[in-house]
C-alpha cells in the first residue's frame, strides 16, 4: 500500500482496493468468543498503518459535512515522518502535552485521557516534576513552568460541537457540567453539542425541521448570558447556512429535541 500512495499521490481506500486485491479480503477474529465476529482487510490495514505514523488523512472529496477523505504517506502530507520514540517517552510527551492544555487535572482524569494505568500516568507525572494542586478537596496536578494563577476573563459564552476536546478533557467533569450528564453525553461517554457560559456547560443547541440553529438552555443564566448565547446561535446558523449537520453520537436531549421538529 505504501508502494501504491508514494510520490506524494493520494487515493482513496475504494482506490486502493481496486489497485491491490488482497485488501478486498476479510479475516475472523475472536473465533468462537460471543464478541467475535468478521473484519474487511483494507480498513484495517489503513489503521494500522495510521497508528504507526505511516499514512494520513489527507484531502476530502466531499463537503466539510461528510468525510470521504483521501489516504496519503505522512512524509508527503506532513513534509516529514513522525520521529519514533521508546513507549515511555511517548506516554510522558502525552501526559505533558495534555497538562499543557487542560491542567490541573487529576490522575483520573489523565487515566482515562491517555486510556492508560495509574502506574504509568504516575511514572509519566514524576518525570515531569509535576505539582501537586489543590482542586477543592482533591489532588491535581501542574507543570513546574505553569504554576501562575490564570488572570481572569470576562463572561464569555460559546457553543461547541459534539466530541469537542474542552467538552471531552476531563473525567471527572462535575466542575464545569453539574448535573447534566445523563442529558449531555450517551451511555459510552460520547459528548453531544453543548452550550457554554462563563466556563460552565448550561444548555445545548440543536436544528429544527427547517435547520435553523436553536438554543436550549438547562438554568436561567440571567439575561446577559442569555443575549450572548443567542447571538452566538445566530452567528452559527449564519455559518452553516441551512445545511444539516449530522451528531454521530446524539446524546439523549439532542434525540428529545430533534423529535420535537
Known sequence: ML?????????????????????????????GKSWGGEVSLGPRVLTVLSASGKVVRASNNGSWRVSRHN????????????ESCDEADGLRTLVEMWLRAFGPGTETDIKWW??????????????LNAVEVDLDGRTGYLLPDDLEAA?????????????????????ERDWYLGPYRQ???????????????????????WQNDS????????????SEGRAVLEQEAARLDEWVGGDRVTVKFPSPLARELAGRG
Not at 496519503?72 to 515522518?81: F, I, K, N, P, R
Not at 491517555?114 to 518525570?127: D, M
Not at 435547520?211 to 440571567?222: F, P, Q, S
Open 3 to 31: 508502494d501504491a500512495l508514494a510520490d506524494g499521490r493520494e487515493a482513496t481506500s475504494t482506490e486502493l482496493r481496486a489497485e491491490i486485491p488482497l485488501l478486498g479480503g476479510s479475516m475472523e477474529y475472536g473465533v
Open 71 to 82: 489516504w496519503a504517506t505522512t512524509e508527503s502530507w506532513l513534509g516529514s515522518g513522525i
Open 114 to 127: 491517555l486510556g492508560s494505568t495509574l502506574k504509568t500516568v504516575r511514572a509519566a507525572l514524576a518525570e
Open 151 to 171: 488572570p481572569l476573563v470576562e463572561p464569555w459564552g460559546a457553543l461547541l460541537p459534539a466530541l469537542d476536546p474542552t467538552t471531552m478533557g476531563w473525567f
Open 183 to 205: 442529558q449531555l453525553f450517551d451511555t459510552a461517554g460520547n459528548a453531544g453539542p453543548t452550550a457554554w457560559w462563563d466556563g460552565r456547560i448550561v444548555g445545548t443547541w
Open 211 to 222: 435547520r435553523a440553529v436553536c438554543l436550549h438552555l438547562l438554568e436561567d443564566i440571567g
